[in-house]
């Protein structure tokens, strides 16, 4: 007698369900609004504050200079009240220069809108919004979610991975959700780098063809840096010439050059910070298919930094060249989750 009760009870709210909804056709049920991805993940959106930020200590932030191959074009500090923000490690910039996707070490993405002033400087931020680097393993762990890395081509984005060396690939949606899409490569031997010193950077060569750097060689008795050529599934290991203690944090290729982010770390006098290229043109064939390999490279320097410039833990790297055919360079610090340390994006043009 009560099963009966508590079915009529039951079957009596459903029908006032269905009663209290407007009658727009039986069709319309089936196109009310859902989720944009089968995760349910959305863009969360936060505040995004910014101030100049004076690089070099005897020149004023507001004015551009040249230091090496490249000219200072502004820089700046930024912050939000956002306890997920910070972190930043990967960095891509819109071939136009308007829009900022950069990956976290603590597994998301940070998209901003950027400013620039009659001059050309950077000058601003705005429209900032946060949204969960999603994978098919629970990546909410550190020492699976260690994203370094994000190279652009398109909708399409690679990441690579340092906790569990790995790179995987992500694609932006229409609706701008960024969904995962598989691995691309896992690098198992490398497990046995300690913390932080594993895969760093990847950059994406053509359609068939991606570099990706470790920070640290496995085997200790030698100082340059490992590098890896992925090309029809197979990895082809070169390496990268070390300059003095300078470990690269981030590379990126960019019309026939790879592009280096390094920086080096001494007790006393602090953060040191370095820029160089190398031309990949006679190393590299155009066809899809042919294959890349060289042993080892040396890239050139762009510029250094030091005693004289105003420093943080610079990670991320990327290269846009614009339609007079300017080429200007962008690279972001990550602060690690420390008051101590800031959120920097300095811009930079790659002088004659």
């Known amino acids: 007698m009560a099963l009966r009760f508590i079915r009529i009870i039951f079957y009596s709210l459903l029908v006032s369900l ?8 039986w069709g319309q049920i089936s196109s009310l609004p859902v989720p944009s991805n089968k995760y349910g993940h959305q863009w969360e959106k936060i505040d995004i504050k910014t101030a100049p930020h004076q690089l070099s200590r005897t020149v004023s932030a507001n004015k551009s200079f040249r230091t090496g191959k490249l000219i200072y074009h502004g820089g700046l500090e930024l912050k939000s009240n956002s306890k997920k923000f910070g972190g930043y490690s990967g960095l891509s910039i819109s071939e136009d220069g308007r829009q900022l996707l950069a990956v976290s070490d603590r597994s998301h993405w940070l998209k901003l809108s950027l400013d620039y002033n009659a001059q050309g400087q950077l000058s601003g931020a705005h429209k900032g919004a946060i949204l969960t680097l999603l994978g098919d393993q629970n990546i909410s762990r550190f020492s699976q979610g260690d994203s370094e890395s994000v190279e652009q081509t398109g909708s399409e984005l690679l990441v690579s991975f340092e906790g569990h060396p790995r790179i995987e690939h992500y694609q932006i949606q229409p609706d701008g959700i960024i969904l ?43 100082s340059d840096t490992p590098g890896y050529i992925i090309q029809n599934n197979q990895q082809t290991p070169f390496f990268v010439k070390k300059t003095k203690k300078f470990s690269i944090t981030d590379v990126t290729y960019h019309q026939g050059s790879l592009y280096f982010l390094e920086r080096y770390f001494h007790k006393r006098s602090g953060l040191y910070a370095r820029l160089s290229s190398f031309p990949l043109d006679k190393e590299i064939n155009q066809g899809p298919n042919d294959p ?25 790297i990327s290269v846009r060249t614009d339609q007079s055919g300017r080429t200007f360079i962008y690279i972001i610090s ?19």
């Open 180 to 222: 995962h899409q598989g691995r691309l490569s896992d690098f198992n031997h490398l497990k046995k780098l300690r913390n932080n010193k594993s895969l760093e950077s990847v950059a994406r060569i053509n359609s068939s063809t991606v570099i990706t750097l470790a920070e640290q060689n496995p085997d200790h008795k030698k």
């Open 18 to 25: 269905f009663l209290l909804l407007p009658y727009q056709g």
């Open 292 to 316: 890349l390999s060289f042993k080892t490279i040396k890239p050139k320097k762009l510029a250094s930094f030091g005693l004289l410039h105003k420093l943080d833990n610079f990670e991320g």
């Open 334 to 352: 990550d602060d690690n989750f420390r008051d101590r340390q800031k959120t920097l994006l300095l811009m930079f043009e790659l002088g004659a």
